[in-house]
């Protein structure tokens, strides 16, 4: 079955980097494109962007640019999101996503969650 | 950007009555782009209804969905003690991608 298998909680410093891996399975992985959804505690869901994979183009929403970047290594089927300069409000469930044109996001991995503390 | 507003925040019921989730946007959502998910405590969202009024594969038929243009529901036509969970609209029509704020159905 469709399945999205992401990376275990990382706890992180400020100012340090971090990358949270999510692999795809069980489908052909180019012929879906994956989106990131951020989820603060206790909050609603926020949509980040989308890669391409077929060409590895990114998207980014508005308030995810700069330190955010997507990234694929298709010959794993696995999508990657990278933040860098963390922050304490980067603290959240981070969920990737199925995604195709005229499409829901079906279905999620299991969220990763990034704490950043000192 | 099209703003969607769920309400209420919160509905209190009981199992076994009728549940009714609003969803309005912004400006009309190209095609009834519009999906619901649901949310359990320390799970990732489940997709429900897609295309406004379309059950996702293996969702229970009490799960129904309707609205056009700028105006949705989401109806839970008896409430199971599993159905307890935070639901969210979601128009996937327009770049960027965007949610409502949820709604949180409790037990009374």
């Known amino acids: 079955q469709v399945q999205l298998v992401q990376s275990g909680s990382e706890l992180k410093k400020p100012g340090a980097s971090v990358k949270v891996s999510c692999k795809a399975s069980g489908y052909t992985f180019t012929t879906y494109a994956l989106s990131w959804v951020r989820q603060a505690p206790g909050q609603g869901l926020e949509w980040m962007g989308w890669?391409?994979?077929?060409?590895?183009?990114?998207t980014y929403a508005q308030g995810f640019t700069g330190r955010f970047v997507f990234s694929l290594d298709t010959s794993v089927s696995t999508a990657y999101l990278e933040i860098s300069s963390l922050k304490a409000e980067d603290t959240a469930v981070y969920y990737c996503?199925?995604?195709?044109?005229?499409?829901?996001?079906?279905?999620w991995g299991q969220g990763t969650l990034v704490t950043v503390s000192s | 950007e099209i703003v969607l507003t769920q309400s209420p925040g919160t509905l209190s019921l009981s199992p076994g009555q009728r549940a009714t989730l609003s969803c309005r946007a912004s400006?009309?959502?190209?095609?009834?782009?519009l999906a619901w998910y649901q949310q359990k405590p320390g799970q990732a969202p489940r997709l429900l209804i897609y295309?406004?009024?379309s059950r996702a594969t293996g969702i229970p038929d009490r799960f129904s969905g309707s609205g056009s243009g700028t105006d949705f529901t989401l109806t839970i036509s008896r409430l199971e003690p599993e159905d307890f969970a935070v639901y969210y609209c979601q128009q996937y029509g327009f770049s960027p991608l965007t949610f409502g704020g949820g709604t949180k159905v409790e037990i009374k």
């Open positions: 890669i391409n994979t077929n060409t590895g183009n990114p």
């Open positions: 295309g406004a009024s």
């Open positions: 400006q009309s959502v190209i095609s009834n782009y």
């Open positions: 996503a199925r995604i195709r044109q005229q499409l829901p996001l079906h279905p």
